[in-house]
Nanobody
Framework: QGRLVESGGGSVQSGGSLKLYCVGT?????LGWFRQVPGKEREAVAY???????YYADSVKGRFTIIRDDVRNTMYLQMNNLTADDTGTYYC????????????????WGQGIQVTVSS
């Protein structure tokens, strides 16, 4: 299996923007972004499903955009109008097998990158 490497995180004030990068994707489907806050379960932020449709968590709809660059094997997460609730560790992940009829099984994960939004 390859390796996923995230970059682009950091600190920003509320209302600002950040763009996260994930290099090493090489997959058309079942790849996405997740985030985790201490004390809470990891949640899906945005991902590409087995049929190519893109899912966004309700909390980020209209603010976040997932972008896939198949030539560069890179996936981006453009995050606009950030709020303090977006603070967390963000992970990119994919199903190395590209998914199945049963859906996506995310079995390859990046190391995580911190996003901190101050109010």
């Amino acid at each position: 299996q390859g390796r996923l490497v995230e970059s682009g995180g950091g600190s920003v004030q509320s209302g600002g923007s950040l763009k996260l990068y994930c290099v090493g994707t090489g997959s058309l489907y079942c790849l996405g972004w997740f985030r985790q806050v201490p004390g809470k379960e990891r949640e899906a932020v945005a991902y590409v499903e087995t049929d190519g449709k893109i899912y966004y968590a309700d909390s980020v709809k209209g603010r976040f955009t997932i972008i896939r660059d198949d030539v560069r094997n890179t996936m981006y997460l453009q995050m606009n109008n950030l709020t303090a609730d977006d603070t967390g560790t963000y992970y990119c992940a994919l199903d190395a097998g590209g998914g199945s009829a049963y859906g996506c099984k995310y079995d390859q994960w990046g190391q995580g990158i911190q996003v901190t939004v101050s109010s």
